[in-house]
């Protein structure tokens, strides 16, 4: 029986925590999958996928003292998985616009409602010398469920009704 489970965890960036925490769920005999890590400010996630023989108490036990050691909160829950089901995006977005509350719900649903499943998204600000307000900027990766077109159309009103400066580049050679 195939046993994955996601395994989640946050902290104080530090060096070597990616180094430190594979190694130990490896020596515990987990067989990690798909990963997806990131600094946010001053701290570090972790999204991982980890095969465990065991059950998932025996697993949060295994967890438990490398989360100490590092200073990290995690969970830990059962999913449906396989080591590989990495999905390739179709379009990338990249979007900068002035900075201002409602930016991310704007461009995730227009384009959610045009048919974009988002794979991965990153975002932040920087703050120009001179300027009254910091530029935000979000890159999104996706699949199209329906075509490129509802989404060109969304990210036209968008640059028009929101002010934002878009570029939207196909990464399929599929997509036209």
């Not at 489970?5 to 987990?30: E, H, N, T, W, Y």
């Not at 438990?64 to 390739?88: A, C, M």
Request: aromatic share 6%; net charge negative; hydrophobic share 40%.
């Amino acid at each position: 029986m195939e046993n994955w489970f996601m395994l989640s965890m946050v902290g104080k960036d530090q060096p070597g925590i990616v180094a430190r925490l594979s190694a130990s769920l490896c020596k515990a005999g987990c067989n990690l999958g798909e990963s997806s890590m990131a600094a946010l400010s001053d701290n570090f996630t972790i999204m991982m996928m980890v095969h465990w023989e065991g059950r998932q108490e025996e697993l949060v036990n295994v967890v438990q003292p490398i989360s100490d050691n590092l200073g990290l909160t995690f969970n830990v829950h059962p999913v449906p998985g396989k080591l590989e089901h990495h999905r390739q995006p179709d379009i990338r977005v990249s979007i900068y616009a002035e900075d201002r509350k409602g930016i991310i719900e704007d461009a995730t649903t227009a384009l959610a409602d045009a048919g974009l499943n988002i794979l991965h998204l990153d975002s932040n600000f920087d703050e120009e010398t001179g300027s009254v307000h910091p530029v935000f900027y979000l890159h999104i990766e996706g699949t199209l469920s329906r075509g490129i077109e509802p989404v060109e159309q969304a990210l036209d009103i968008l640059c028009e009704e929101k002010q934002m400066n878009i570029q939207l580049i196909p990464v399929n050679p599929s997509i036209k």
